[in-house]
């Protein structure tokens, strides 16, 4: 594979010298014909961002500032920047859902921090084919249960090499000191090792699993969206493949069967559905489903399924 060599001109950026050493060895490394470890992952060159900040600040441009001073070839993709303000378990559902949809490699920087600057642990993770940066609170939390149900790979690195962050620290937004330029490290293909101790405990969130019930499950709204539709934690997998029996009881609305699309049913109906995540959905056509059910995260959500 024809490679492109790294320019030697210094960048008066330590962190960032050390990181193209490393890549330059790695070059030099493919040259000779050597064989990479069996769990190297090469960064895909991507970086993600999901936070809790909103837009109207200036804390997400200068995150991607950051990362741009370390890693200017990094190309950086929001995911979002409006999950609600500190609630991780929000921000773990969306990074699970996103993370999957890009390259191997992709560098997922995920700042929902309710703990910034208390004794809570940065971390920095392989998880499957994708590395992660994110605060100790539970937002690896569905990553970290797919990735051990599944057999994937994984590590955890505790973040203790301050040389990887900015040289001054914050106790307010350790996004623009810790997570940002260690996710451009990543992205500048410094091995994981490099950024701090391995651990086996991460926090990890008691998420809401829906339980079984006689002829039928007990779900739970967890997320949603801008359009007000309910997502539960019911997955498709759980429910049989002929709908047309299935009744869907929320807040006292029963809905019968499930729809396929939107254009299926009538302007203002509730309907059931399969969303794009393959989990039961609660919809109004051309409307919101928060504002007419007054439903919201923690609704339960009962499927009888009838013979």
Known sequence: MKTTPIPNKPTNHPARDADLHHARSKQAADKVGEKPHPTYLEPSGIVTLTTDFGLQ???????????????????????????????????????????????????????????????????????GPYFYVAP????????????KDEGQFFKIINLTQPQ?????????????DIFAPVGAHLANSLPLEKLGEAIEDPVLLQLPLPKRIARGWRAEVIWVDTFGNLSTNLPKSLLPEKTKGIKVDILGDTINGLTRAFADALEGEVIAFIDSTAHLAIAVVNGSAKQKLGAGVGTNVEVVMND
């Not at 990887?164 to 623009?176: A, C, I, K, Q, V």
Request: aromatic residues 8%; glycine residues 8%.
């Open 164 to 176: 990887y962050w900015l040289p001054e620290t914050s106790h307010s937004f350790h996004g623009r």
């Open 57 to 127: 600040d200036h804390f997400v441009g200068v995150m991607k500032g950051v990362i741009a001073d370390i890693a200017p070839q990094a190309q950086v993709i929001d995911i979002s920047h409006h999950i609600p303000v500190q609630d991780v378990r929000a921000g773990a559902y969306m990074v699970a859902e996103a993370a999957p949809y890009f390259t191997p490699g992709t560098v997922h920087v995920a700042v929902v921090d309710p703990g910034v600057g208390t004794a809570r642990r940065a971390l920095a993770a392989r998880i």
């Open 136 to 147: 100790d609170n539970g937002l690896l939390t569905p990553l970290l249960q797919k990735a």
